[in-house]
């Protein structure tokens, strides 16, 4: 049966649009890094070899005879993203964000079964297929969110501090603390597709109690 996270993995990408607690363990993803405002053409690129990559694993891993142990077949995880500010912005930060100044990790998650030796495999034959500049730039890598709080915020991604202002707040009730200012979005909606006021992001930042 194809493994779907959309149903089997709600607790990790559809929380509810108020802040939780949740431990997130160790996921393999493939990753981009970059630094600069997210409406530029660089930004769309790395979501677009991204994505090369990660359906040309699952449509290749689907078709081949000699597939990995515990191979099955699985819809493509969502867009994810990390993300700071320069050390620059920080010094200077004034409590305005200019969107310049933001520093990304962008990823795609890969079910347990995908290697770093498959990873390198993909990369060539997507490097062959569709050449671009930017495939040099991805890395395989595992990461631990560990303790986080998180919640669903539901509209542009330009208010999305009146939702950490709500998760800040719950963090504390808690007695929690938050680790930093980096944090988490998972991208559940195509901005392309979906209206502004619809579009659906996991908001989750790392915490310690």
């Known amino acids: 049966m194809k493994h779907e ?8 990408y559809l929380p509810k649009n108020k802040p939780m607690v949740i ?3 160790v996921f393999k993803f493939i990753t981009i890094s970059g630094e600069g405002n997210p409406n530029s053409e660089q930004f769309s690129e790395c979501i ?10 699952k449509m290749t891993l689907k078709k081949t005879a000699d597939q990995p142990k515990n191979y099955k077949d699985y819809t493509v995880y969502p ?7 320069n050390e620059e912005a920080k010094k200077n930060f004034d409590g305005v964000l200019n969107k310049d100044d933001l520093v990304f990790k962008l990823m795609i998650r890969q079910p347990n079964f995908v290697t770093q030796s498959i990873f390198d495999e993909m ?3 997507v490097k062959s297929k569709k050449p671009h500049k930017l495939l040099d730039k991805l890395v395989f890598e595992e990461i631990e969110d560990g303790k986080c709080v998180q919640m669903l915020h539901v ?3 330009d208010n999305e501090p009146e ?5 800040d ?3 504390k009730k808690e007695g929690l603390e938050r680790v930093s200012k980096v944090h988490r979005e998972i991208y559940l909606s195509d901005f392309r597709k979906v209206a502004v006021d619809k579009l659906k992001t996991v908001l989750r930042f790392r915490v310690t109690s």
Request: hydrophobic share 50%; glycine share 4%.
């Open 79 to 85: 867009l994810e993203g990390i993300w700071d500010i």
């Open 169 to 171: 707040k719950f963090a």
């Open 123 to 125: 990369l060539d034959l």
């Open 163 to 167: 939702s950490f202002e709500l998760m």
């Open 5 to 12: 996270w959309r149903k089997k993995e709600k607790a990790v």
């Open 155 to 157: 509209g542009s991604y």
């Open 23 to 25: 431990d997130v363990p």
């Open 48 to 57: 677009s070899v991204l994505y090369s990559i990660s359906y040309m694993i």
